[in-house]
């Protein structure tokens, strides 16, 4: 009737006001729950309590050059016919909401569902071959030494806080002292492949790129710019994952009873490099288009998964609902690792460096000396922040000189405090360098040693 | 007279205060004759004419923790009893400036001449001895492939103009894609190891403690923060260089005929891991230590130096300086390499890079294609270069672009333009992802392919 009276389009503009002062209070609203959250993070009684950064950390929005949609059937139904059915995530059509949207304004074609890129199906059978014929390629760089390729990045502009970038820089080097002690390459992205997956969701389509382009890659371990290595001296435990697919930090308990949107964590993990992680990715993808799609996603996961405030589908509250719906298609290759810090939240963490200095070593990996303090909230690069932006920058400055701190120690070198960028000198230099004491082992790590062999150069 | 008149310390003041007043003019000078050399860098009619930088690159001046230095013979003299020979760098005798000036304020102790650390004799030995018992850390990756340890660096301060630290952050990935695709490691300081070698000299004290560190690096490629690969698909000649221990970009006749002060190029070269390399550290390191060592060593390089303005003493002038006062000594085992372009003066590259892509492709490394394109003189990182600094950034946003352009070919992607943070897709993504063009063989490169042998995992 509103229509009869003033017109379909100016309905259509009305409504889409409405939605978005809707967002706009959902946006504060969701702030002040992630402070409250914040607050109350020790309810759970467990050392490792997380909370996720809450939006974009990378990248924003571009226009795309060309599409790449091609068309793929949505997944079946279920047989009760029950469409949208959201204890149901692989029946969910997402294809609906923009259809029902009318969407026709809208880029990309909403009759095309979004798609990754072309189904492969014989992925496993193309990266044996293609290893097979490569062998000056492998796979494994020793027994139990799996090829890994660490991937991270940062947006290609500026930071709108100018000390974001400086921030940036030391992570950066922090990953590459870590990777270089550990025989790991790292590809830094700053390419936005997909301009309908822009923010969290970048990730998706940079993963199956890299993993399709390099199959001599065994592991991929996607890790967060602000997200840092804090024990220079852990080798992940690569034989206790022979059996799977994908390693995040989190607790079955909390993902497969509770639906706990952060019983887990997709800032730092491993996922292998076969046909599993594409089928993986290819259904983790559909809540990821930005706009509609997206907006209505993060609904669901709001309703359906514990704890989550109300904001548009990210990558991590997805992951915890793929999971919890479809434990038995995934579940098996699954390893939800608590046992060090694979993502370790900062907040429980940056407090306690001198106790573990005091009490402690390098090696651990767990809450003794952790692998990894994630910074999720504080956002250097951007205006704002869940968290004082002088307190963030505080601990991040603490945390990397504390990592920094086994690097330099190889050379006899440390900083003068964890608050310090200043070093002192703590090993006289002496004629016999390679009799210097390496208490940590990290000169020579073994676990950059190559396999000897009895061949000659 | 004036002593009598006025008292020994006042005039000690007045001295200092005319020296100081006198530097400030020779800074001021200095400016404008960069500018002047800049504007006429085609005279000499080589393609490659580099303009290299005059100020503090990266470290700001720290007080340092511990004294280190030990008492070390100063040169003899020669044998015509001629102190501070200009002529022969081996007598001069820095130490006698220290004492002249009665630097008794100053730190730190004057009567000790000043070392990079204890004299070592037989690193050969050392070095020879450790390879052999440590074959699994192997000094050559395969036959003709020595290990590389590419090393640069930036201060621990953010960056005095805020963007300048997301330019350092473009250039480390961009040389973490350079390393990657040609299997060299990385090493990123950011810590000043020596507060008398700070600024440019830095780099000897990291250099000679990484040496030593890491007896498996064959060649330590030392490359400035402002410099970046415009070639992704060179490699670099190493079999040229199997009986050379220093590698730098340069020519012969503007070294040793014309000593000129830019006759070659320390913002990018290679040093060989063996004794040589640290004589030649200990033989270039006495003009460096700041204060009056440096600002007198500085004089005397203007001196004796083709075109090189006023100002302290700078690695590259003392490097020029050295080989061409010391020929003999260190001659043989430098290569000057003018071939490719190990060291690319900016100025007369950037404006190419669309020629470039038209009539040429990348693998040549040269003026058709660059290896490495250095911004020497803009200094994104402190308030004042010597170039607009529009004109530097947005030169080094298209040098970026340019290299990122052969790494996103691999993937199927480029930038818009060379002036453009975003990227398009170029290539569409296929079920055979393996069977990919690859025409630059970036995706696997044969620089980085391992030995292959009969042993099995």
């Known amino acids: 009737m509103l229509e009869k009276c003033i017109g379909q389009q100016r309905v259509r503009r009305i409504q889409r006001a409405a939605r978005q002062a809707k967002i706009t209070f959902l946006c504060l609203f969701m702030t002040v729950v992630v402070m409250r959250g914040m607050l109350g993070a020790g309810k759970f009684g467990t ?13 924003a929005a571009r226009k795309h050059g060309e599409p790449h949609r091609v068309l793929v059937e949505a997944q079946p139904e279920n047989e009760n016919g029950s469409e949208n059915d959201p204890k149901n995530y692989a029946t969910f059509d997402f294809n609906k909401i923009l259809k029902d949207e009318g969407g026709e304004e809208e880029k990309p074609d909403p009759n095309k569902p979004y798609t990754l890129g072309p189904k492969i199906s014989d992925w496993d059978e193309q990266r044996g071959e293609w290893l097979k014929r490569n062998p000056n390629f492998p796979n494994f760089i020793r027994e139990n030494k799996p090829r890994v390729l660490l991937v991270t990045g940062s947006s290609p502009k500026p930071c709108e806080n100018p000390v974001g970038d400086h921030y940036l820089l030391k992570s950066i080097k922090n990953k590459i002292d870590y990777c270089r002690l550990h025989g790991i390459e790292i ?9 309908e997956m822009a923010g969290f969701w970048a990730k998706l389509p940079l993963i199956r790129k890299l993993l399709l382009s390099h199959p001599e890659v065994e592991f991929l371990w996607w890790m967060d710019s602000d997200a ?3 024990d220079m001296a852990f080798e992940l435990p690569w034989e206790r994952y022979k059996d799977v697919n994908l390693v995040m930090h989190g607790w079955n308990e909390m993902v497969y009873d509770q639906k706990n949107w952060i019983g887990l964590n997709t800032g730092s993990f491993l996922l292998r490099n ?28 709001t309703r359906e998964l514990k704890g989550r405030p109300v904001f548009e589908a990210d990558d991590q509250s ?6 919890a719906t479809q434990r038995d298609t995934w579940g098996n290759k699954v390893y939800l690792e608590s046992g060090y810090y694979l993502h370790g ?6 407090d306690k460096y001198e106790e573990m200095i005091e009490n402690y070593h390098p090696g651990f990996g767990d809450h003794r000396w952790p692998l990894v303090t994630h910074f999720v909230g504080c956002k250097p690069c951007g205006k704002f922040g869940d968290y004082p932006v002088e307190k963030c920058l505080k601990q991040m400055d603490r945390a990397f000189n504390f990592g920094d701190n086994q690097v330099l120690q190889i050379y006899g070198f440390t900083h003068k405090s964890l608050a310090s960028r ?4 703590v090993r006289n230099e002496t004629g016999n360098p390679l009799e210097a004491k390496d208490d940590l082992g990290l000169m020579h790590p073994a676990f950059k040693a190559v396999k000897v062999d009895d061949s000659t150069m």
Chains 1, 2 share one sequence.
């Open 47 to 59: 050392p490792a309590q997380d909370l996720d950064d809450l939006t974009t950390h990378f990248y």
């Open 187 to 195: 590809f830094y992205n700053m390419a936005l492949l997909d301009a």
């Open 228 to 230: 840092m290595f804090t």
């Open 274 to 301: 076969n046909q599993w992680a594409l089928d993986l990715l290819d259904a983790w993808a559909p809540m990821g288009p930005k706009g509609k799609i997206r907006d209505e996603a993060g609904k669901i996961l």
């Open 318 to 323: 997805a992951m915890v609902y793929l999971l």
């Open 345 to 350: 939240y900062w907040g429980i963490l940056v």
């Open 422 to 425: 200043r070093v002192k000198r």
